[in-house]
């Protein structure tokens, strides 16, 4: 015996039947005493939808998946599916309020550190939305947007992930550029709600906002391979209080004019490594709060001497009494050696007929060698 089902939705008081599944029942009867009869079921899996957004988009229903809107697609989609958006202008407050993947013009073309070749742009002249009201939008992917302006909130942002009622979990910023979002005070290109964990921002480029990025306390953030630059409302790239399992890495943090990441009660395993730091008012500053050991080894600091501030040489600055930032990068080769601090360099000349009766030698005595033999810094001059 086969029964089929259809299940019904509601959206905007009309009625739309979707057949999304098929759900088999089959009995079979087993020769044993009683004559009892066991059920087996097995229901497939529903199969994603996926619907598109462009300037001339149609009906935006079941039977047309061709919307004009974003949240026009948000709104008729269901959990699981794709919308791709064409290239053009949408000026929209986009509420992410179901799990999904959306698509911009360029995704999958970094707009970060290491750059691709981007087409034309998916611009959304306001911002993105993820509110924690809607559980069901954990695991949505942003991918391939230039997003201005800010959605229309006290503060403003680009990205907010979660809201007043908490964070939302396992959202994907990546390959968008965020730029604009500039008043009022304390806006922020993305921000990230307490609790929101296990957050993945790649391939960014996060410029000439208010702040870069804020995180609140939070545990498992990806922040990788990013161009944050230029974000001087406040003059912050990243902020972040409370993160436990923070990794940075692969980022340019740049020209932010109060300082490039600023750490307020660091969790344990906060890492941070080749990154560049350059041209910020500091590189890194520690607020107040607890500070456990932090991982900042293997960045550029601007300088192959290294950090100044709590570091010995003329980089970007490093304010923090428990950032572990030695050894670090010598040149801005993100995937240079780390090998900082250089030792001295030492030029052999070879001598002949010069003994130590004539020879005035000045300098100290190096490390001794595993084989016993020495090394020693210094000039000499025949007499």
Request: hydrophobic share 35%.
């Amino acid at each position: 015996m086969r029964l089929r089902y259809s299940k019904y939705s509601l959206n905007k008081g009309v009625q739309k039947i979707k057949t999304r599944a098929a759900l088999v029942l089959s009995a079979l009867a087993l020769a044993v005493g009683g004559g009892g009869l066991p059920l087996f079921l097995s229901q497939t899996a529903y199969a994603a939808e996926t619907w598109n957004v462009s300037s001339s988009g149609g009906t935006c229903t079941t039977s047309d998946h061709s919307c004009s809107t974003i949240q026009s697609a948000i709104n008729a989609a269901s959990s699981g599916d794709t919308i791709n958006v064409a290239a053009g202008t949408y000026t929209e407050q986009v509420l992410v309020n179901k799990q999904l993947t959306i698509n911009g013009a360029n995704v999958g073309i970094s707009a970060g550190a290491t750059l691709g070749s981007r087409v034309t742009e998916s611009i959304v002249t306001g911002g993105f939305s993820i509110p924690a009201t809607a559980s069901t939008a954990a695991g949505t992917v942003i991918d391939g947007f230039t997003v201005q302006g800010g959605f229309l909130a006290s503060p403003a942002f680009g990205f907010r992930v979660g809201d007043s009622s908490g964070g939302v979990s396992n959202v994907t910023i990546q390959n968008n550029i965020i730029e604009n979002v500039t008043s009022p005070t304390q806006s922020n290109g993305i921000e990230v709600v307490a609790g929101s964990n296990n957050l993945t921002i790649k391939n960014n480029n996060i410029n000439n906002n208010y702040r870069g990025i804020y995180l609140n306390p939070s545990d498992g953030i990806t922040i990788e391979g990013n161009v944050i630059d230029s974000n001087n409302g406040v003059g912050v790239g990243i902020g972040s209080s409370g993160q436990s399992n923070l990794t940075i890495s692969g980022n340019i943090i740049s020209n932010n004019n109060v300082e490039g990441w600023g750490i307020d009660t660091a969790g344990t395993n906060v890492v941070a490594n080749f990154n560049s730091f350059v041209g910020n008012g500091a590189g890194a500053d520690w607020y107040g709060g607890t500070d456990n050991t932090i991982n900042a080894t293997c960045n550029w600091w601007g300088s192959a001497s290294g950090p100044s501030g709590s570091g010995p040489g003329t980089g970007n600055s490093v304010n923090s009494p428990n950032m572990i930032f030695s050894p670090w990068l010598t040149t801005s080769n993100l995937a240079g050696p780390c090998n900082g601090p250089l030792l001295p360099s030492v030029t052999t000349v070879a001598a002949t007929d010069i003994t130590t009766s004539d020879a005035t030698l000045n300098g100290t005595n190096g490390p001794v060698a595993a084989d016993n033999s020495a090394f020693w810094y210094g000039t000499s001059s025949a007499g």
